[in-house]
């Protein structure tokens, strides 16, 4: 059974951070493309960041220099480390696995900035 469980979220004040966290079983996780994706209320779900099997990486423009994807093979683990995160940052974000044929979703965590 795979399963892919998001934790981390939470409320912050703007300028703030937090390291969302999404870790994986049931997959071979080094095989694996990994992705954050967010939706906020009233827009479609859009891609944050990815990371492949290869350890490169692609982050939305808006993200760029605020937020960083990695992983961790052993722990079968992805994570987003956000900072100076804006109030349009909102979203329930969900994590996002990919191989081949195969792709799979967290059941989300929400991400609220706000005073």
């Known amino acids: 059974q795979v399963q892919l469980v998001e934790s981390g979220g939470g409320l912050v004040q703007p300028g703030g951070s937090l390291r969302l966290s999404c870790a994986t079983s049931g997959i071979t996780f080094s095989w694996y493309a990994m992705g954050w994706y967010r939706q906020a209320p009233g827009k479609e779900r859009e891609l944050v960041a990815r990371?492949?099997?290869?350890?490169?990486?692609d982050h939305v423009d808006s993200v760029k220099g605020r937020f960083a994807i990695s992983r961790d093979n052993g722990k079968n683990t992805v994570y987003l480390q956000m900072n100076s995160l804006k109030p349009e940052d909102t979203a329930v974000y969900y994590c996002?696995?990919?191989?081949?044929?195969?792709?799979?979703w967290g059941q989300g965590t929400q991400v609220m900035v706000s005073s």
């Open positions: 996002n696995a990919v191989w081949r044929e195969s792709a799979y």
């Open positions: 990371i492949n099997s290869d350890f490169s990486t």
